[in-house]
């Protein structure tokens, strides 16, 4: 099996059995919804914090196979992580996404297996979909608030 059909099968199971899929999140202090309208991907992302540490992330949307399969391995990857290190691991991902090299791979899980999407242009935001919205979680969890909504437009780099 070559690394491609591994990496395809990997986002298969994630979209037909999403880890972390839920409508809520008991406990959760931060929920965004981000939305794609390139793709037309939605998602909610809620985010439990506990002491500093990533406690659990549950998201559900509606959306690609790519977005709703790589939200699915974002939320493994990032369990138990520490804010600063989910943040520094989401940017690793978005790096990977722009073509600009793999770092911390071990720590991305499954979410290796979207490296080949950086080829898709048009695709790389369903991919990061769910990596801003945890990102964009944290900096919300960090400033107090509690809901926040974010539409990326077209040409924008999602932050
Ligand atoms: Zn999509």
Known sequence: MSMED???DIILDHYKSPRNRAPELEGSQVHVHHSNPLCGDELDLRLRVSDDTVDAVAFDGEGCSISMASASAMSQAVAGRELGDAEDLAEAFRLMMHGEGVKR??????GI???????FPVRV????????????????YRSGEEARRVTYDDGDEPA
């Open 6 to 8: 591994l990496y395809h």
């Open 105 to 110: 791979e071990d720590d991305l899980l499954d």
């Open 113 to 119: 297996a979207f490296q080949g999407v950086a080829k």
């Open 125 to 140: 935001k369903c991919a990061l979909l769910g990596w801003m919205a945890l990102r964009d979680a944290i900096e919300s």
